[in-house]
């Protein structure tokens, strides 16, 4: 299985809503990483995780949470978002930290914040 | 901190001819040169990479050539064809966490 898989495809959500964004792989990949991509524009790195352990935070603003319960899911809990936040949002996972190995992408979850 | 600039934004080239998309980085310190495409509508999808230690590579109708002195890397791609046609993105990783992207350049192949 060399594919990650990322739930929900699309998201319509309030300012005032909680939800989850949830990125699965299956490869033994130990290290997995959430990107923010708007339209035209390329991938812009949010997190890190490496060995289920948080090892980038890209200055996020904190209404971005991400969690990593075990070393083949990651999540991303969104609360009290703004409009600008309205995007395309990747997860992608390598083999390990360190290693000059190709990332693999998630199909990406398209969040509007209405 | 490091910054990958990327040219052209857009390339159009007839079915059959060459495309060449141009890359420099900043950090003298990036080993890993990936290159990634995006269709509309979908997910960047590794093409090819090169690793600091060689100065080209080739797989079919894809190259990439690198020039560590200058800090250039580019992307060829000869024989196009209409499903060449997406977004490819160069970036560059001092091989640790970070990857940074290009902004991307917009390939139409018509035919």
């Known amino acids: 299985d060399t594919e990650v898989t990322q739930t929900p495809k699309h998201l319509v959500m309030g300012m005032t809503n909680k939800k989850s964004l949830k990125c699965e792989q299956h490869m033994g990949h130990r290290a997995m990483y959430w990107y923010k991509q708007k339209a035209k524009k390329p991938p812009e790195l949010m997190f890190v995780y490496s060995y289920e352990k948080l090892s980038i935070n890209e200055s996020v603003p904190s209404r971005f949470s991400p969690e990593c319960p075990n070393s083949s899911l990651l999540n991303l809990h969104l609360h009290a978002l703004q409009p600008e936040d309205s995007a395309l949002y990747l997860c992608a996972s390598s083999q390990a930290p360190g290693l000059l190995a190709e990332q693999y992408f998630g199909p990406g979850t398209r969040l509007t914040v209405t | 901190g490091e910054n990958v600039e990327q040219h052209p934004s857009t390339l159009s080239v007839q079915e059959g001819d060459s495309a060449v998309i141009k890359c420099t980085y900043s950090?003298?310190?990036?080993?890993?040169f990936p290159w990634y495409k995006q269709e509309l509508g979908k997910r960047p999808q590794l093409i090819i990479d090169?690793?600091?230690?060689?100065g080209e590579k080739k797989d079919q109708r894809i190259a990439v050539t690198l020039n560590k002195t200058a800090k250039h890397f580019s992307l060829h791609i000869t024989e196009t064809q209409p499903e060449d046609s997406a977004v490819y993105f160069c970036a560059a990783s001092t091989g640790g966490f970070k990857t940074i992207f290009g902004a991307g350049t917009r390939l139409f192949v018509k035919a």
């Open positions: 090169i690793r600091s230690n060689v």
């Open positions: 950090d003298s310190a990036s080993n890993y």
